[in-house]
């Protein structure tokens, strides 16, 4: 499986999301789509002024954005926040 299942919330909307994450992809470039996607769900609401960030919602930890998914260790039925 080259795809992980978690649980994302967005603060500001106060919505959360079970969205699949590519283990391939890089955390920076996954936060770029996380953001047109939201913002589409939202109906353009969602515009944030700087890039986000993906943070652990049980250990507050950010994750770097230079690692991949699978490198972040982020595994299926994980809890994040994007601020």
């Keep these: 499986m080259n795809k992980v299942l978690v649980n994302l919330y967005v603060p500001v909307l106060e919505v959360e999301y079970d969205i699949w994450l590519p283990l391939n992809k890089k955390i920076a ?3 770029t789509l996380l ?5 589409e769900f939202s109906g ?4 944030p002024v700087k890039m986000p960030y993906l ?7 950010v994750y770097d954005v230079n690692l991949n998914i699978k490198d ?3 595994k299926n039925g994980a809890k ?3 601020i």
Excluded: F
């Design 72 to 74: 972040a260790n982020i």
């Design 35 to 39: 953001v047109k996607a939201i913002n």
């Design 80 to 82: 994040i926040i994007l």
């Design 55 to 61: 943070y652990d919602k049980l250990t507050g930890e």
């Design 44 to 47: 353009g609401y969602y515009k």
């Design 29 to 31: 470039n996954v936060i």
